[in-house]
């Protein structure tokens, strides 16, 4: 069954017609060593495996992913990520060292179904690095080389899907197309946050990307889509001195990121909702020590929201029926400055709320509660920039191509449902 989200139609797995030879897109965009060239993190990858095994059960299945950004430390070929996936889907990933050469086209033509492939970075394709739209991806060489090979094309990689790239775009507009198992997991969640009509809905936002968080408060004030929005981290500093507090030291941290234009914007969004909260007191760090502070007197530098605070924010989070945490309170790689995000994620737990996290830092603090409160977790996105992007109201072209499919591709009843061997190439 299709799902709705934003106003759009998505097709899902249910959709596909028969698909002898699937192409699906992940994002195992991850954390690397630059020396030796590990995968640090193995988050993005865990989340796709329901769809590849679900693909690889009646398909043979092509896996495409990008990795970091060209000139980047961190972009590499794909050898170790289908390593990596080999081993933890149990089942063999070959890998080919090319994305639309003679040897990847020769290796997608001869894979049987129930085998897995996975080509090189995508990035390595100047075109999957240019944002253009999906009519114009659709046209191109890695759309027009790769798509003839397939029966389908599943965009399983949310957390890609704010890119207008080829592999993320231009497929869709050529094959059938549906979202995968993780892409629906991610888009359920957060149409259920942003469509439904449950309050009190609240928003716990924080860390260092104030840019980032302040376009989600703008559309949030701008929708009416929160009740409270509890600012911590970086941005609850910035509306603190929005609001005429001297934040102190914090304040460079501030500048760095853009000083008067922020503070201009936050001010402009203190003077249109009282929803808006600032912490009362702050945990900092001053000559090597500890100290709780209140926030209208801040010596030191501010690691983590303070006890009052956490008090505060709890009562709020106990009553909502839904929250949204993006970004941590506190400097939580650091032991000492991880109580604060610990204490709001279990009230929201507790509350009984439909949660959403977004995130990595969330996934480590979520990983050290007790079972019991872990199984009420909504859900973790794997995204970071689509996440906001998606919460800020902004385009998403990934969506819009697995919507145009849906119009592109229409199929009489019945037709769809059954993904065999009978179909395609
Ligand atoms: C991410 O990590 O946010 C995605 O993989 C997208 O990566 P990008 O910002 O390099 O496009």
Redo the contacts with the bound molecule.
């Keep these: 069954m299709p799902l709705t989200v934003r106003g759009m139609t998505i097709p899902t797995l249910e959709d596909l017609p028969p698909c002898r030879k699937v192409l699906v897109r992940i ?1 195992v ?1 991850s954390p690397i060593d630059p020396a030796s060239g590990e995968i640090l993190d193995v988050t993005r990858f865990k989340a796709h495996l329901a769809t590849l095994r679900e693909l690889a059960a009646q398909s043979a299945v092509v896996i495409m992913s ?1 990795q970091g ?1 060209p000139g980047e430390p961190d972009f590499t070929h794909l050898q170790r990520h289908a390593e990596v996936l080999s081993r933890l889907l149990g089942l063999n990933v070959e890998y080919v060292d090319d994305v639309i050469g003679p040897e990847a086209l020769r290796r997608i033509r001869g894979l049987k179904p129930g085998r897995i492939l996975m080509l090189d970075n995508t990035r390595i394709v100047s075109e999957d690095y240019i944002e253009a739209p999906a009519e114009v991806h659709a046209r191109g060489i890695m759309v027009s080389r790769l798509h003839p090979l397939f029966d389908c094309y599943v965009n399983d990689a949310f ?2 899907s704010h ?1 207008s790239q080829a592999s993320i775009v231009g497929f869709p507009l050529k094959l059938p197309s549906a979202a995968g198992r993780l892409m629906e997991a991610e888009l359920r969640a957060l149409s259920r946050v942003i469509d439904s009509p449950e309050r009190p809905k609240v928003y716990v936002l924080g860390g260092s990307k104030l840019k980032d968080m302040l376009s989600v408060i703008e559309n949030l004030v701008k929708t009416g889509g929160a009740d409270w929005i509890l600012t911590t981290g970086l941005t609850a500093l910035l509306f603190l001195e929005a609001k005429g507090v001297d934040v102190g030291e914090a304040k460079k941290a501030l500048v760095s990121k853009g000083g008067h234009v922020l503070l201009e914007r936050a001010r402009g969004l203190l003077s249109h909702t009282d929803r808006i909260l600032v912490p009362e007191d702050f945990k900092v760090e001053r000559r090597g020590s500890v100290e709780v502070v209140p926030a209208t007197r801040i010596e030191g530098t501010p690691k983590d929201i303070g006890p009052e605070t956490v008090e505060k924010y709890s009562s709020i989070l106990s009553k909502a029926r839904l929250v949204v945490m993006k970004g941590p309170a506190g400097v939580v790689e650091d032991p000492r400055f991880r109580e604060g995000t610990r204490r709001l994620v279990e009230a929201a737990l507790s509350s009984g709320a439909f949660t959403l996290f977004g995130g990595g830092h969330f996934n480590v603090i979520i990983s050290e509660l007790p079972a019991e409160l872990r199984s009420r977790v909504g859900h973790i996105s794997t ?4 996440l906001v992007y998606m919460l800020s109201g902004r385009p998403m072209p990934g969506l819009e191509a697995l919507a145009k499919s849906l119009l592109i591709h229409a199929r009489h009843p019945g037709q769809g449902g059954s993904r065999g061997p009978e179909g395609g190439r």
């Excluded at 995204?383 to 689509?386: F, I, K, L």
Aim: aromatic share 0%.
């Design positions: 994002d965009n990008h950004r957390a890609a890119r995204a970071g920039g689509a």
